[in-house]
């Protein structure tokens, strides 16, 4: 079977499109072949960041053949309609066609054998289709050509390979499409190696010969490939100094997007440069240059630094060391300066500045959301153990503070982090400076929440003032936008809440930060009375869609999450929320819990159909007087003390015990099923009976809506 060599060559493809372009290469050529019958048996995309190439294999060599069947006109219409369908079919005459009997009349059948097309063939569209479609972030036109690109494409390698046998799939991109295609690029089987250390075209006759030649011509065509070099190069370098590199995969990825050819130095840093903070070197280092941090074993800051370049040089790379050597030193002589200057400034004279610094236009500037928070964290301290308000509010007053500093300015991925060491500069105390680099967090799903008591209230009040304030101007998140990250903020909040196990009463805290802006976002008292209404339901129902997520990455149900907020208790409790989804979890995967199940929806849909026949609801008390059957008695009885013992365990918060206690409930449901008649034909008993399934269902519900179960 035969397989399919493509590669792109163009200018240098930007780092951050490269991997997804790859995989949007390979989706469209794959789903093209698939959809035209012609499936492969695997396939590779690999970018470098002068080529697009994507191998698949084990393609048919041609389509199958097809039997294409059209529907005509009824045998007997009018000769007018019969001659337009036999010219659109392709036949001489009616005596060309089948005739079919319906069912509703008698009609023509066109009826023809289409042959498959050579794979070759079929290829050279698809291809040239592919490259039409591929989804740029951004692209360019060049030289005059009305096509548009990445980055100006130099070259189109195609081969349909068998064995050692290749031939050159006809692929033909217009570049200017409005004169006709009269400057195209035609595909052919050569490729080219690095730019600077192998200038030669070189044919290939397949992948094994073309990755080869392209490694003889310095070029790692796979990514994992360029980035195991950059590892294994740069541990060594750093090991014969005794050091490791800083693990930084971010920094990994991008810098194997830069080169094709990795080759490894090691720098040294002046030592007059080491007392600046590690974190402003690392980022200095990392942000302007790409070059990757080096520490101790034990995660010091070692004066030295790993460069990667995409260039042999005759001299061992002494020049190329002494350069970056030399721009470093003016990175870090910027730093120094600005470093010594916000040391000039303390952090409490810079607040006043926030003022200047627009948060929205609608929500005011910096500094009233820093006074915004302050107060906020008055109504958020009582819930975090071991928080003192002087230390959260004055936390709180400084957490924005270095937004003014001239680091963060330069370097905005510092702040918070500058604004520790401002204020342990200051001498402010230890939970102070804290607070002030983690009320950030946890900046992603990679990051650890403020464990911290100080932290935690300020990193709350930030997140919380924030998605009251956007929720009410009305700037929620959409199916595709979020703007201003609500969605990591509320993520951010139930993480801080849950791993810390805060009972923060959520809805009184959000009624708390709605009251500190709504004399700015709402002009009226009908506006108010609006809000008041709708922001704080609107924001607990954004923290239960958050939650569902959160969880279902931990493996719990999102059904179950649903059933626990419809439930109809508290529904700002998430630790509580939390602990009755997992109990719920434990319980529908038992075999009580599953019967259970089964019996409530057995329950409930009787009692919805005969409540809906009757015109009326059966939810009152059962009377035992009118209770006939020993299986009824029996199950009225333990419904009873079932229902209070759950009740019992469920105010203690043993959400474990409460289902234990329902399991109880399966012997009696069961008897009461399989003997007991529910619509009996004397009216007074049947009503009856249909009340103790209501009271079955409702037990139940004490825990969950079970309704609201899938499965």
């Not at 070099?229 to 590199?245: C, F, M, S, T, Y």
């Not at 995409?310 to 002494?318: L, Q, S």
């Not at 907020?565 to 075999?591: N, P």
């Not at 209070?644 to 099923?673: C, I, Q, Y």
Request: net charge negative; aromatic share 6%; hydrophobic share 45%.
């Amino acid at each position: 079977m035969p397989d399919l060599l493509l590669e792109l060559l163009s200018e240098e493809i930007p780092a951050r499109m490269q991997a997804q372009a790859a995989k949007d290469l390979q989706r469209l050529v794959t789903d093209k072949l698939k959809a035209l019958d012609l499936p492969a048996t695997g396939a590779q995309a690999y970018v470098t960041p002068r080529r697009l190439t994507l191998f698949v294999e084990g393609l048919p060599e041609r389509q199958p053949d097809r039997i294409v069947e059209v529907k005509g006109p009824r045998v007997g219409a009018p000769e007018q309609a019969l001659a337009g369908f036999l010219r659109s079919a392709g036949l001489g005459s009616a005596d060309a066609c089948e005739q079919r009997d319906t069912g509703k009349g008698v009609f023509y059948f066109a009826v023809n054998k289409v042959a498959g097309r050579p794979v070759i063939d079929v290829l050279a569209e698809v291809i040239t289709q592919a490259m039409d479609q591929l989804p740029w972030p951004k692209s360019m036109r060049w030289a005059g050509h009305d096509v548009r690109w990445v980055r100006p494409l130099h070259n189109i390698l195609a081969l349909l390979c068998e064995g050692t046998a290749s031939q050159v799939v006809p692929v033909v991109w217009a570049l200017d499409r409005a004169n006709g295609g009269s400057d195209k690029l035609t595909a052919n089987d050569r490729t080219r190696g690095h730019r600077f250390l192998a200038l030669d075209d070189v044919a290939v006759t397949g992948f094994a010969d073309y990755r080869a030649k392209l490694a003889q011509r310095f070029v790692l065509l796979d990514a994992t490939d360029r980035k195991a070099k950059i590892l294994e190069d740069g541990a060594r370098l750093a090991a014969a100094q005794g050091l490791v590199v800083k693990p930084d995969p971010g920094l990994l990825d991008e810098v194997a997007g830069l080169i094709e050819w990795p080759v490894v130095r090691i720098g040294a840093i002046e030592p007059r440069f080491m007392d600046l903070p590690a974190e402003v070197l690392t980022t200095s280092m990392r942000t302007h240059q790409k070059y990757f941090a080096v520490e101790t074993r034990d995660g010091v800051l070692a004066p030295y630094f790993i460069v990667v370049g995409n260039m042999v040089t005759r001299d061992g790379g002494t020049q190329m060391i002494a350069g970056n050597e030399r721009v470093l030193r003016a990175r870090l002589s910027d730093a120094q300066f600005f470093w010594d200057l916000d040391r000039e400034t303390t952090l409490e004279s810079r607040v006043a500045k926030l003022g200047e610094r627009v948060f929205h236009a609608k929500l005011g500037s910096v500094l009233d959301k820093v006074r915004r928070m302050e107060t906020l964290c008055a109504s958020l301290t009582p819930s975090v153990p071991s928080a003192e308000i002087q230390s959260v509010q004055r936390a709180a007053k400084l957490a924005k503070a270095d937004l003014s500093s001239s680091l963060v300015g330069e370097f905005p991925e510092l702040q918070g982090i500058m604004g520790r060491y401002l204020a342990r500069h200051d001498r402010e105390s230890a939970e102070v400076a804290e607070a002030i680099a983690r009320h950030y967090a946890p900046a992603g799903a990679g990051d650890t929440v403020p464990t911290e008591p100080t932290a935690i209230v300020v990193s709350l009040a930030d997140k919380l003032d924030t998605l009251v304030g956007f929720f009410a101007i009305d700037e929620k998140p959409t199916g595709s936008k979020d703007p201003y990250a609500l969605r990591r903020a509320a993520l951010g909040v139930i993480r801080i809440v849950l791993e810390n196990e805060l009972r923060l009463p959520l809805r009184d805290v959000l009624d708390s930060a709605l009251k500190l802006l709504i004399e700015r976002v709402a002009h009226s008292e009908h506006e108010r009375i609006e809000l008041n209404r709708r922001v704080v339901s609107e924001i607990i129902e954004f923290f239960a869609d958050r939650l569902k997520v959160f969880l279902r990455d931990q493996g719990v149900r999102h059904d179950l999450v649903s059933a626990v907020f419809a439930q109809g208790g508290r529904d700002d409790d998430l630790v509580q929320l939390v602990a009755r989804a997992k109990a719920l979890e434990g319980f529908i995967a038992s075999d009580d819990g599953a019967n259970l199940l089964i019996a409530y929806r057995r329950a409930f849909k009787i009692s919805q159909i005969e409540e809906k026949k009757d015109g009326m609801l059966h939810r009152e008390m059962v009377e035992p007087a009118k209770l006939a059957q020993a299986e009824e008695i029996e199950l009225a009885g333990s419904l009873r003390t079932i229902a209070a013992l759950a009740k019992d365990r469920l105010d203690a918060e043993d959400f474990s015990g409460a289902m234990a206690a329902l399991a109880k409930l399966r012997p009696t449901v069961d008897a009461f099923f399989e003997h007991v008649t529910v619509n009996a034909e004397e009216r007074d008993l049947r009503v009856n009976r249909l009340r103790l399934l209501a009271q079955i269902w409702n037990t139940l519900n004490q825990v969950a809506d079970f309704s609201k179960i899938e499965g």
